[in-house]
């Protein structure tokens, strides 16, 4: 199975015939005190880099409400000082990618961006949220420029499935290997205070494009 269809059975198509519920970017907020349970129990900080992945429709009304997430994102640049870009990888989907030194801000820009795909009937083509965590010296690498921190051994993504309405870890290595040691302790502290997947063959692993570091690129 191919990235493009295994991104369908995980988080799209399969997913949705097993649905819990429809996308809701409240949960999203659960990051908010994750995030401070990762730096202080787990040595991981953020990256401070974020990402929505939806799948695109072509048609008008789609891209009028891409439009209006991209001008709310711009309206509250000043506010949240919070970066952004819309991309398509290599696979066909969408991205739009949030960077921001404050967890808090990156949180409540990724929301605004959901809400509104929702806001317009477009809830169901958001896929997953992706919030990127290094460990140890990697994280300080990043933040400096110095260094490729996606490549280091402490990096950690939170994934958020909207269509089944629960988070799970992935914890990439060299060579699209997973530290599946480092998943399942990421995922026993923050249980209780993130709503896990507990279906593990939904836990797809978002690898890169062959060029790229992190799973929007």
Do not use: N
């Not at 493009?4 to 809701?24: Q, S």
């Not at 789609?62 to 919070?82: C, K, M, P, Q, S």
């Not at 820009?109 to 990697?138: C, K, N, P, Q, W």
């Amino acid at each position: 199975m191919g990235l493009l269809d295994g991104l369908r059975a995980a988080l799209g198509l399969r997913a949705e015939a097993d649905a819990r519920r429809d996308a809701d970017p409240e949960d999203l907020f659960g990051m908010s005190t994750a995030y401070l349970t990762m730096e202080a129990e787990l040595g991981y900080d953020s990256l401070g880099v974020g990402a929505l992945c939806f799948s695109g429709v072509d048609s008008h009304s789609f891209r009028e409400t891409v439009g209006e997430v991209e001008a709310i994102l711009e309206a509250g640049r000043a506010d949240t000082g919070t970066d952004f870009r819309v991309t398509e990888d290599d696979h066909g989907y969408h991205w739009v990618v949030l960077e921001d030194a404050d967890p808090e801000d990156l949180i409540t820009s990724m929301h605004f961006a959901a809400d509104t795909f929702i806001e317009h009937g477009y809830g169901s083509r958001l896929l997953a949220a992706v919030f990127g965590y290094e460990s140890g010296d990697g994280a300080a690498r990043h933040r400096d420029g110095g260094g490729d921190a996606a490549g280091a051994g402490g990096t950690a993504y939170w994934i958020y499935s909207f269509r089944r309405g629960a988070y799970y870890p992935f914890a990439p290595r060299p060579g699209r290997e997973r530290d599946s040691s480092a998943e399942f302790k990421l995922e026993s502290a923050l249980d209780g205070e993130l709503e896990i997947e507990r279906e593990k063959e939904y836990w797809y692993p978002l690898w890169p494009s062959s060029s790229g570091t992190h799973p929007w690129e």
